[in-house]
């Protein structure tokens, strides 16, 4: 079986260097995007604990986000790419951790063969932490209702973080 396969940042680095965009063909990479099949979205293990200091004060609370890319791998013979892509959230009471959910979200894509390994791996690397990421948000908010814990509603993500626009630098002359 010819399997190309990635490790994220936690994991062991795959055969192959990661591709980057600048490095693929963009009719290659669009035939990818073309043809990809969403199969499945799943929640494959899951990781969830409360303790009862969480309740004293909420809203002293710190609640923080966080995911990872965990692994990326694509069957070339059978057409399917499947990546795997880590999600937790943390709320610490002082220096204590009260709440804890880590979960692990699968991605499977179909109809890949005959396209190029490097764009598929693209494509996924690209494509799984924004499909994931619904998921992730609404398994919290189930989590959060069943335990009482009411957390506040998570934020949407976007592709690319918001920049205040810079003034225009003007041209000094020389100092004198």
Same mark, same amino acid.
């Given at each position: ?39 499945? +979205?799943?929640?494959? /293990?899951? %990781? ?10 909420? !809203? *002293? ?45 699968? +991605?499977?894509?179909? /109809?890949? %063969? ?10 996924? !690397? *690209? ?50």
């Amino acid at each position: 079986m010819n399997k190309t396969n990635e490790k994220g940042a936690k994991g062991t680095p795959g055969p192959r260097e990661k591709p980057t965009s600048a490095e693929v063909e963009p009719d290659l990479y669009n035939a990818v995007v073309e043809a990809a099949e969403l199969n499945s +979205i799943a929640l494959v /293990s899951s %990781d969830f604990e409360i303790k009862p200091t969480y309740f004293r004060d909420k !809203k *002293k609370n710190h609640h923080s986000i966080s995911g990872d890319l965990d692994e990326v791998s694509f069957s070339e013979e059978d057409g399917f790419a499947v990546g795997f892509y880590n999600w937790s959230i943390i709320v610490k009471s002082g220096r204590e951790h009260v709440f804890k959910l880590k979960t692990r979200f699968m +991605i499977l894509y179909t /109809s890949l %063969d005959g396209h190029d390994p490097d764009c598929v791996i693209l494509f996924m !690397k *690209k494509m799984i932490r924004f499909s994931t990421y619904p998921y992730f948000r609404n398994y919290v908010s189930t989590i959060s209702w069943l335990s009482d814990a009411d957390l506040p509603i998570m934020p949407v993500i976007s592709t690319l973080p918001h920049r205040k626009q810079s003034k225009p630098r003007q041209k000094r002359g020389p100092r004198g």
